[in-house]
């Protein structure tokens, strides 16, 4: 293993936010945002072995540290510094090389994170915040982009995940009903059909929670649905292909499977305040 390659290595170790854990069988270290990629580093410092391709591909050299290693040996505060070549460094050589921090002792730097999340006793507020914090030290400015760049990517994946739960428990992308009821923002896009086994069925196209839900009924049970949205006029032409636009709230419930998302009931918008209102 050459100086420079050890060198990337050691800076992508140091970089990258990396999660390690210890386990029976060692370390296993992987990425937060690629969890399902995870490899074991085991052995001893003097001869460690990781279950990386880059490990695997490199076994042969007895020299190989892979990011992983790396990254357990920072945090082991024992980083190791490969067995000498064939023509060994002289002594300025090595200080220089533990100069250049491939020898440090020291506790090294780790990023930290801290998730706090805020619901008041009504459930109307329900946020997340996602903190980071990394010591600089004297890492070079293009280590300090590449570091809060992969942290800030790391804080979308969190937040992303954050908003889908909501999404799922009905609070709508983060947002949270403005009513005392269990009702969630929503508009009624359109009406659509589809072929079915009774015939061509027809439906309203409903956008809640950031998602399509579909509102299957007769003509009746369609033109129900508008009134109750607020606007009777749009319910006096229920066609197939017709837009309505129409904002409002509703009620949903999981299907038996817990698959679907099935719409109870429609109550006009909370700024509703002439239901009869052409839109």
Not at 103 to 123: A, F, N
Not at 127 to 132: A, I, K
Not at 243 to 267: A, D, M
Request: hydrophobic share 30%; charged share 30%; aromatic share 4%.
């Amino acid at each position: 293993m050459t100086r420079e390659q050890l060198q990337m290595r050691t800076q992508r170790a140091e970089t990258e936010p990396l999660v390690i854990s210890k386990t029976e069988e060692g370390f296993r270290v992987y990425s937060p945002m690629t969890p399902g990629r995870q490899y074991v580093v085991t052995g001893t410092a003097e001869e460690p072995v990781c279950t990386c391709p880059d490990f695997e591909f490199h076994k042969e050299d007895q020299e190989w540290r892979c990011k992983h290693i790396l990254a357990v040996f920072k945090r082991s505060a024992k980083p190791q510094v490969p067995p000498e070549p064939e023509n060994p460094d002289t002594e300025e050589e090595r200080v220089a090389i533990q100069e250049e921090g491939l020898g440090r002792t020291e506790p090294p730097s780790q990023l930290q994170m801290v998730i706090k999340r805020s619901v008041s006793p009504d459930h109307r507020i329900d946020s997340l915040s996602v903190e980071f914090s990394s010591p600089v030290g004297d890492a070079s400015g293009e280590e300090v982009r590449s570091r809060a760049i992969s942290t800030l990517h790391l804080q979308s994946v969190i937040v992303d995940a954050f908003l889908e739960i909501q999404g799922e428990a009905g609070e709508g992308n983060g947002r949270v009903s403005t009513s005392h009821d269990e009702s969630v923002p929503a508009k009624l896009l359109g009406i659509s059909g589809m072929n079915t086994r009774r015939g061509r069925s027809l439906f309203i196209e409903v956008q809640t929670n950031g998602k399509t839900i579909r509102l299957f009924g007769s003509r009746k049970e369609l033109a129900d649905a508008i009134v109750a949205a607020g606007n009777p006029r749009l319910a006096e032409r229920i066609e197939e292909g017709a837009r309505l636009n129409l904002p409002c709230r509703v009620i949903t419930k999981p299907s038996e499977n817990g698959r679907y998302q099935n719409i109870e009931r429609v109550l006009p918008p909370l700024d509703s305040h002439q239901p009869g209102r052409a839109r």
